[in-house]
């Protein structure tokens, strides 16, 4: 592990299990102590994943904010915001959407067919062409893009979603902590999206974690956990 980035999910979830409505809506029932927290968890790292669908449900992404966060990284000879990765196969981004003017770093990451569309031009700083798992797969090599993001200086980064994307890091063994704010509302349905999606696991390969900590602010709780990988 040492030879690529290290990675720690950072979620909020209803008390079933839910990151957002059977709608897909931005998932806004977090409350601002919990924005806190993410402001916080992001403060440490060099760069944040997200997937083109968490982008599309917010149009904007987290930045710090904080003058003391801002100040701690610069103390640890970090740029001031982290560097913004949109995980998107496809490259099918509207270029209009705010995120687009936020005052951060900028990188796309996607597939190889896809990369000439965003080349050459403002919107992002850096194109990160994946790997695939298997040839004519759409499914990211996990190892050798993290190995890739480590050599380009990112040493640790937060995955932010959604679902879909957790599920093919931690199925590859690349998710090492997770984060998750437990809030006290209940979404219910069969439809709507859950911390890890996907095909799922069978019992016999289910993800072991280590609880490290807790906190217990008002009615929320906040977990944090280690991925068991081996």
């Keep these: 592990m040492n030879n690529r980035s290290r990675t720690i999910a950072i979620l ?4 079933d299990g839910k990151i957002a409505d059977n709608q897909g809506s931005a998932a806004r029932f977090g409350s601002a102590q919990d924005k806190l927290h993410l402001e916080r968890q992001v403060s440490l790292v060099d760069g944040v994943i997200f997937g083109a669908g ?3 449900a917010y149009g904007t992404t987290l930045s710090v904010s904080d003058p003391q966060l801002q100040k701690a990284r610069k103390m640890r000879s970090q740029s001031v915001q982290p560097v913004q990765i ?5 490259g099918n981004l509207n270029p209009q ?6 005052p951060v770093p900028r990188w796309l990451l996607t597939l190889p ?7 050459n031009k403002p919107e992002f700083e850096r194109i990160i062409v994946a790997n695939t798992a298997r040839e004519n ?13 480590k050599k380009l200086g990112l040493n640790k980064l937060a995955i932010l979603g959604g679902g879909e994307s957790i599920a093919s890091l931690m199925a590859q063994n690349s998710i ?12 219910g349905g069969n439809n709507s999206p859950t911390p890890v999606g996907g095909k799922g696991f069978l019992q016999s390969q289910s993800k072991k974690l280590k609880l490290l900590e807790f906190q217990q602010v008002e009615s929320e709780v906040f977990l944090h956990y280690q991925v068991s990988n081996n």
């Design 12 to 15: 909020a979830m209803t008390a």
């Design 54 to 56: 968490t982008l599309r």
């Design 86 to 90: 949109v995980l998107s196969a496809s």
């Design 97 to 102: 959407w705010r995120f687009f003017q936020q």
């Design 113 to 119: 067919i896809n990369a000439q569309l965003w080349r």
């Design 137 to 149: 797969d759409s499914q990211i090599d996990w190892l050798s893009t993290l190995i890739l993001l």
């Design 176 to 187: 090492d902590e997770l984060w998750l704010t437990v809030c006290p509302v209940i979404f």
